[in-house]
Every structure is written in structure tokens, then in C-alpha cells.
């Protein structure tokens, strides 16, 4: 199966600080890529969408300048989250489709961000 | 009303049980249902992918969607203590752009 990469899988920063996790498609060339946070015992929320080129849609209520996404290329998109507080902490998980008419989306291992 | 319920449980079953995981929905214009399985702090992973109404099966998993009553279920057959995970139902419609929702997940025990 097709596999996604998410780097890092675990991160500790201070407030104030920036924090980049990055989600790499290994053996498709992904046009679409999800970012999603999965606070403890919740579902999975969808933060945005990118497409490859152009720029990201961002889901109600999630801050686009707070959570930074670019999608540079098709195997490369980056979350960026600015300015961390404590309360950003969560499980951070990426997804890459392979094509628009593609219907799944392969997800990466998550990243655990922990602001202190 | 959420778009789609799921019993968050935990559920706790002896290892060769059976087990049954439901979800139900409002939408009816959820075309592709999807099961995953999440184990503790790693990405979901996709188990199960339907689009129509009836029985899928692979190995020991079988998924079942009946779009008449909404309600989207996932069989395990002789559970074993690997199987212990978080399962979340999704579900997607396709209006001009995919969305997509998941459910809460439920949690699932399989003891030995």
C-alpha cells in the first residue's frame, strides 16, 4: 500500500515558539494532502485541506495563521504551528490522496506535540 | 444532531468473541463508508472501504452498510488481543470536493 511519512513523531516545545511538522508521500505523488487533530478520546477534526501549488482551505474556526500549511511540492506538505501555547497540544495527522478523483487517502503515523 | 454517532464504549471481549462495532448517520448523501483502526498514539489505518449497501469481507473483518436505516457496522471474527484498538467509522460524500467525518471511535479490549 501507499505510504505516508510524518515527521516528527513526537515534539516538546516551549510557548512562543514555532513547531514544524512535515508529511511526505514515500511512493505516490499526492495532489491532495489532510491535516487533521485528534484531541484524547475525540474524533478525528479536519483543519485543512492543500492542493498542491495553491492554497490551503482551511475548516470553520481553525486560525490559518496560527497553523501554517504549505504544499510545495506533490510528495512534501508542511504544518507549521506559530506562536504555540500549551492549549495546541494534540495529535497531529496528515493524510495524502493521490489524485482529485483518487477516493482514499493514506494517512501518516501523527505527531505528538506537547507545548510547555 | 451529530452527522455521525459512534458508542465511544470501551468494549471488553474474551479473545475468539465476536465483535460488532456500529455507527449510525443522518447524512444520506454519504456515499463511501470506511472503517480504521487506531491503536494508542499512532495514525488511523484503514481496515475496511464500502460503497454500497451490503456485506464486504476480508479475513476476519466484514463490513455491512445498510443505507436504508444508515447504519454502518464492522464484524470482527474470532477476536484476538491484537485486535485491541480504537475503530473509527468515516464517511464520505463527494459535493464538488470530498468531506469527510468521522466517528468518536470506539474503544475495544480483547483479552486473553
Known amino acids: 500500500g501507499a505510504v505516508v511519512s510524518q515527521h516528527p513523531s513526537r515534539v516538546i516545545c516551549k510557548s512562543g515558539t514555532s513547531v514544524k511538522i512535515e508529511c511526505r508521500s514515500l511512493?505516490?505523488?499526492?495532489?491532495?494532502m489532510f491535516w487533521y487533530r485528534q484531541f484524547p478520546k475525540k474524533s478525528l477534526m479536519l483543519m485543512a485541506t492543500?492542493?498542491?501549488?495553491?492554497?490551503?482551505?482551511?475548516e470553520q474556526g481553525v486560525e490559518k495563521d496560527k497553523f501554517l500549511i504549505n504544499h510545495a511540492s506533490l510528495t512534501l506538505s508542511t504544518l507549521t504551528v506559530t506562536s504555540a501555547h500549551p492549549e495546541d497540544s494534540s495529535f497531529y495527522i496528515c493524510?495524502?490522496?493521490?489524485?482529485?478523483?483518487?477516493?482514499?487517502?493514506?494517512f501518516g503515523q501523527g505527531t505528538r506535540l506537547t507545548v510547555v | 444532531q451529530k452527522e455521525v454517532e459512534q458508542d465511544p464504549g470501551p468494549l471488553s471481549v474474551p479473545e475468539g468473541a465476536i465483535v460488532s462495532l456500529n455507527c449510525t448517520y443522518s447524512?444520506?448523501?454519504?456515499?463511501?463508508f470506511m472503517w480504521y483502526r487506531q491503536y494508542s498514539r499512532k495514525g488511523p489505518e484503514l481496515l475496511m472501504y464500502?460503497?454500497?449497501?451490503g456485506n464486504k469481507e476480508d479475513g476476519r473483518f466484514t463490513a455491512q452498510v445498510d443505507k436504508s436505516s444508515k447504519y454502518i457496522s464492522l464484524f470482527i471474527r474470532d477476536s484476538q488481543p491484537s485486535d485491541s484498538a480504537t475503530y473509527l467509522c468515516?464517511?464520505?460524500?463527494?459535493?464538488?470536493?470530498?468531506?469527510?467525518?468521522f466517528g468518536a471511535g470506539t474503544r475495544l479490549f480483547v483479552k486473553a
Open positions: 468515516a464517511m464520505r460524500v463527494n459535493t464538488g470536493g470530498f468531506k469527510t467525518i
Open positions: 511512493d505516490f505523488q499526492a495532489t491532495t
Open positions: 493524510s495524502a490522496r493521490a489524485g482529485r478523483r483518487s477516493t482514499e487517502a493514506f
Open positions: 492543500s492542493n498542491e501549488g495553491s492554497k490551503a482551505t482551511y
Open positions: 447524512n444520506s448523501a454519504f456515499q463511501y
Open positions: 464500502t460503497y454500497s449497501s
